[in-house]
């Protein structure tokens, strides 16, 4: 017999800058377009998915990067694999993966490793810098650049403060390295999590839900760097620019060390929301479990065959 589970891949924001306050600043064009229509606003729902990353909602926050129906088919699929036995290897190999970071003098093994390596980029650094810079132009001045005219002038006038930004941060220094790493270590402590059992016995929204404390000391460590992302955030704003029936588009705008960035986007309508056009392109997936031997057609210590099927949109 076979058990035919579709499962959606799980998308990561392509940027964590997404605004607290969103509002949209819509033509009249758009307007009109929109009430045609009766499709969703884009502007409102991008607002919502901010307001999720602000107050680290992981769990609402992932199911509103994917459409309903895919989250469904994920969910299905997390609750196949959770139902498979922990073997002791996987058992043992995460209690050390987790060890590596929270157990008893992690954080002075880890800068042990990694501070010789820090000294030795020390010396480099100035060069590298000059060459990170000298590509950020080239790339941005290049003609063989795969950019938009718009994206061009966007990048123009955020280079100078992200310039800035790296000149100023001293990125190679051991303190604030290990402050960040033990603010990460008590993010994962204050999941509650210290086994493999722990998450095979929760739902993929509770799991998701103890991603909360991690997402927090993530935003503190990046802010030990100079990058507040929960300000840049606030800056967010979002401008609908054409929706035409299942397809629209947007232009979304950011402050960036103190210049505005921005950048068009193509969506399209699935299952009543928006989404990026390039990106669900992908989400096809379908997972055929072959459990066949449990009928006398296999051994009973082999694995279900998983085959995956991946059909791009058009």
Do not use: C
């Not at 390039?278 to 296999?298: R, T, V, Y």
């Amino acid at each position: 017999m076979k058990i035919r589970v579709l499962a959606a891949s799980l998308l990561v924001a392509a940027s964590a800058s997404a605004p607290l306050q969103a509002f949209a600043a819509e033509t009249p064009a758009a307007r009109a377009t929109q009430a045609a229509y009766s499709v969703p606003d884009p502007a409102a729902q991008l607002g919502e998915t901010v307001r999720q990353f602000r107050r680290g909602d992981v769990t609402a926050l992932a199911q509103s990067l994917v459409p309903p129906s895919r989250w469904e088919e994920l969910r299905i699929a997390y609750e196949y694999q959770r139902q498979k036995p922990i073997s002791e290897h996987d058992r043992e190999e995460f209690a050390e993966k987790l060890a590596e970071l929270t157990g008893p003098g992690a954080i002075d093994r880890i800068m042990d490793d990694i501070s010789p390596k820090m000294a030795e980029a020390r010396a480099q650094w100035p060069g590298a810098q000059l060459m990170a810079f000298g590509a950020m132009s080239m790339a941005v001045e290049s003609p063989d650049s795969d950019l938009t005219e718009s994206q061009r002038e966007a990048l123009r006038s955020a280079i100078p403060g992200v310039q800035s930004w790296i000149s100023a941060t001293n990125f190679l220094d051991e303190a604030t390295l290990r402050q960040a790493l033990e603010l990460l270590a008590e993010g994962v402590r204050k999941t509650g999590v210290t086994d493999l059992e722990q998450i095979r016995n929760m739902p993929i929204e509770a799991l998701l839900d103890r991603g909360r404390s991690v997402l927090a000391a993530g935003k503190q460590a990046a802010r030990l760097y100079g990058l507040d992302l929960d300000a840049i955030a606030d800056s967010f704003q979002v401008e609908v620019l054409e929706i035409d029936g299942e397809t629209a588009r947007v232009r979304s705008s950011v402050r960036l060390f103190g210049a505005p960035v921005w950048a068009d986007h193509d969506l399209v309508l699935v299952d009543g929301r928006w989404y990026g056009k390039e990106i669900a392109k992908h989400w096809k997936h379908s997972i055929h479990f072959d459990d066949d031997h449990h009928h006398g057609h296999g051994h009973e210590d082999e694995e279900p065959e998983v085959e995956v099927e991946i059909e791009r949109g058009s």
